[in-house]
């Protein structure tokens, strides 16, 4: 392919900053996840994730001190920080060792489309954009692929298993970029549901709340159902199905629950009301 030709996506203009600072402090680094697909689905973004190769906490603790942000320590053991940046052009970058090689943290995490990275160094700042070409995407899963077709896709067999949560993330990011499960993750995700028990009830919440704040929340409910998910996180639940109401009521007590949910949206909402 011709270099004029060579496709460019954008980053956040903070992605520069920090790009800048790593590089001066000669730490490898590359940015991963989130930004990158945002990126390649032109969708702006805040959330930035960095893999360094070096100690993680001790690298967040100098980008926070040098731009004059937050640190904030998320998991010693895994090496996991994050750095919040106030004011008007704020962000929020989370930091994690990769120390084995970006490759081997690629594939440890959730989806294929959050397993695609770019080196610090293959960043350009031009008229004050930051980019970066797709000739330098690392992208060993094929997550752009599975971006194009609108599919989420477990990374492993084990991907799932090893942080439980990232169910109630498929949901999420199902119903936030419109993505359709691959059908051998919805089986996953169907067996491995019960485990969801094992899993500190804060992060659950955190996930399930991020979900209802999205447009067609309802839908998502439906899907966690399906799934397996919801009866874990509110177990509740079961006791509703089957439930006849009286003949005022269109919907049985279970279905009646969860309309409710959409029908709140709707008042909240009036803008994502669909005609007809």
């Known amino acids: 392919m011709s270099p004029s030709l060579v496709e460019t996506f ?32 032109k969708i702006k973004t805040d959330d930035i994730d960095v893999a360094v190769e070096g100690n993680a906490l001790i690298i967040g603790k100098a980008a926070a001190s ?22 008007e052009k704020g962000f929020q970058v989370d930091f994690v060792s990769a120390n084995e090689g970006i490759k081997e943290d690629l ?8 397993s695609m990275a770019i080196d610090i160094e293959s960043i350009r700042t031009n008229e004050g954009k930051v980019s970066f070409a797709t000739s330098n995407l690392i992208d060993p899963l094929n997550g752009r692929r599975d971006l194009h077709l609108g599919k989420l896709r477990a990374v492993s067999s084990s991907s799932l298993a090893d942080d439980p949560v990232r169910l109630m993330r498929a949901v999420r990011l199902s119903s936030q970029y419109g993505f359709g499960l691959e059908d051998r993750t919805y089986g996953q995700i169907k ?11 804060e992060r659950i919440r955190d996930e399930f709340l991020k979900t209802l704040s999205l447009p067609g ?15 874990q996180i509110i177990p509740e639940i079961n006791q509703s199905r089957g439930i006849v109401q009286p003949k005022e009521h269109y919907w049985t007590v279970f279905n009646h629950l969860i309309e409710c949910v959409g029908q709140l949206e709707r008042i909240l909402q009036p803008q994502l009301q669909k005609s007809g």
């Open 10 to 41: 954008t980053l956040p203009l903070s992605a520069g900053i920090l790009a800048d600072f790593l590089s001066h402090q000669g730490i490898r680094a590359y940015f991963v996840g989130g930004v990158i697909r945002d990126s390649l689905l």
């Open 66 to 87: 040098k731009l004059k942000g937050t640190y904030i320590e998320l998991d010693r053991d895994r090496g996991i920080c994050r750095v919040v940046v106030a004011g």
């Open 107 to 114: 594939a440890r995490r959730d989806f294929t489309v959050d």
């Open 191 to 201: 067996h491995i549901a019960p485990q969801l028990k094992r899993i500190a009830p």
């Open 217 to 231: 929340a309802s839908e998502s409910i439906r899907l966690m159902d399906k799934l397996g998910l919801l009866e």
